[in-house]
């Protein structure tokens, strides 16, 4: 059984570190930590499994979707290429009641992660990830994914390099990672009230953009996660905003607007500096303009994200 558990001094008293040597544990917590150090050059894998739960406007659950990416990096360090580079093993999706089923485009897929100052490559593309990969999808049976569930295939990508690379790894310039050296402390990141583009392909229009709000990091303490000991560091995204256009044919234009919050714990392996474990939890509200009747949709979308650095023997079992 995978093991997850927080460093408290209870815990430490029961291994017999506190008591007579709490003065010992004291100077333990208030060291200086370095959060921005250099990662291991070891080979790492990922699994991330994220849900898309849709409410009724009367609170009722109406569907669940089921977005599934297991991801390898090969770090530029150990490869001697210009940047690290991932690989995706498989991505799978499982739309409400529907069985989950595979996407063979991305089947395999790699490309290379280059961390930039401002995230954006010289296309416009968040993080570098190619636009062009998501047009056309198309499940393991044959059927086309709906546009909008094909922007959450997409935005797998992105969410996890935001919290494995934005977040957990040093900014340059400052208010990053590296900025946090003793629990206890609290920092306005280098992305808050940035606002970067989500347009992708022909469905999501250029202008389309979602803007954070104060988004903070904090060292909230130390953790323990499959017996690797890690920091645990809290992000907030603060009262964030996105506008989505869609034009489904050259006369017609339908827009979205609405608010989001996003907030979430990064455990980052202190002996490593990769992530062990990533959680997010979003809340979203949103008003759908159409040029015909009903003319208003309004709806509220919950998200759930879990990102687990797991061995190579789990990644290969799957």
């Not at 921005?36 to 990922?46: D, L, M, P, T, W």
């Not at 968040?126 to 998501?134: E, L, M």
């Not at 909230?220 to 603060?238: E, I, M, P, R």
Request: aromatic letters at 10%; one cysteine or more.
């Amino acid at each position: 059984m995978r093991m997850y558990r927080v460093l408290t001094l209870w815990s430490l008293a029961i291994v017999g570190v506190a008591g007579p040597a709490v003065g010992a544990t004291d100077a333990f917590l208030e060291q200086t930590f370095d959060l921005g150090a250099e990662q291991s050059k070891a080979v790492q894998y990922f699994m991330m499994e994220s849900k898309l739960i849709a409410y009724a406007l009367d609170g009722t659950r109406t569907d669940m979707d089921v977005f599934r990416l297991r991801l390898k990096c090969v770090p530029a360090r150990l490869s001697g290429k210009a940047a690290d580079e991932y690989t995706c093993a498989e991505f799978t999706v499982q739309i409400a009641d529907a069985s989950e089923v595979a996407v063979p485009a991305l089947h395999n897929w790699t490309y290379p992660f280059r961390q930039t100052p401002s995230g954006i490559d010289d296309k416009g593309q968040v993080f570098g990830i190619d636009h062009a990969r998501f047009a056309a999808l198309v499940d393991a049976d044959g059927k086309a994914i709906p546009p909008d569930k094909t922007y959450h295939v997409y935005n797998a990508f992105i969410d996890f390099h935001a919290f494995c690379n934005a977040f957990a790894r040093p900014v340059s310039g400052g208010r990053g990672i590296q900025d946090l050296k003793h629990i206890g402390d609290k920092i306005v990141h280098a992305a808050a009230f940035s606002e970067p583009p989500v347009n992708l392909g022909d469905s999501i229009a250029e202008g389309s953009t979602f803007k954070n709000g104060k988004v903070t990091l904090a060292f909230k303490g130390l953790s323990c996660v499959d017996d690797a000991a890690c920091a645990l560091v809290a992000y907030d995204s603060g009262q964030s905003s996105f506008q989505m256009i869609v034009n489904p044919m050259p006369s017609m234009e339908v827009r979205t607007v609405g608010s989001s919050h996003y907030l979430g714990d990064l455990h980052i392996d202190l002996a490593t500096r990769w992530v062990r474990k990533a959680t997010m939890a979003e809340f979203v509200v949103f008003e759908t303009t159409l040029p015909m009747a009903p003319h208003k949709i309004n709806g509220v979308v919950e998200r759930q994200i879990v990102i687990r650095n797991v061995s190579e023997k789990e990644f290969g079992s799957h």
